[in-house]
């Protein structure tokens, strides 16, 4: 993920009209943490100063060695820990539990959500964001959007990028060599460790680098719900409006898109939420 959206703040924002009270000494989970850049960005929105921890959680060594790297810069000291939810110390709790460009990824998202239930601090904060809008994606305004964006040109990478993928797939073709582009350089590096036998194309590198274990339905809010009984979603946020995040846009569009993020529209092609575990109920003496 590159830059992020302005949703961490908008999303924090909201968080703090609907729960005044929100402790001022966090503990913070990061699942998926990749190099950091969520963690981050929560650095910099209302509650920066009131983070006391971090935990980095994430499958990758690669990407935990860059998340350290860029946690070493943070007012707060972070831990990185390798592996899936079972990793973290046992009987850990966090008042905010953050999740980037994860949920779309997850087979099982019920039971993945049950998981963060048992981590979260009583009265704490589930907060998502990058995932596709399942309950949108089929809008037909989100499809008309879509379409005048891209009938008015080609996006730009496609001039940038297209002509070297072009030239290197007919390099292989013809050749039945590996060229230097990125496709060839992953089939190498796959061949050298013996973990394949013959070079693999296009479609099924990227079917196995970017899972989308949830393809063609999004994340539904309505679901989510169902599966979180006992949280309350404190503000949804949709964007990418059309297709494409805000810092993707011609100017014309980008304007139209920060119009439709300040009206609260729903029907982007993405979306965020933040979710509070609702307090357990006091017993009377």
Known sequence: ???PPPQFNLLIEDCLRSYADMPGDLRVLDIGCGTGLASDSLFKTAIGSRIRAIDLLDISPEMLQRASQRASRWPAPATCHRG?????????RYEVVVTCS???HIPDLPTFLQAIRKLQADGGVFLHLQDPNGDFLTDPELRQR????FQRALPEWVYRFAPRRIAGRIYRELTGKQGQDYISKTN??????????TPLSVVEIFAITDI?????QGISMCLMQSWMPEYECLSRRSYAFFGRLANQLPPKY????ENLIRRRALNGQKVSAIWRLRPAPRLEN
Request: aromatic share 0%; hydrophobic share 45%.
């Open 146 to 149: 879509r379409a005048l964006l």
């Open 102 to 104: 994860v949920l779309h």
């Open 254 to 257: 980008r304007k139209i898109e």
């Open 212 to 216: 989308h274990a949830q393809e063609g």
């Open 84 to 92: 899936l939810i079972d990793s973290l110390p046992k009987g850990a």
């Open 1 to 3: 993920m590159g830059e």
């Open 188 to 197: 190498r590096a796959l061949l050298e460790k013996g973990l394949i036998t």
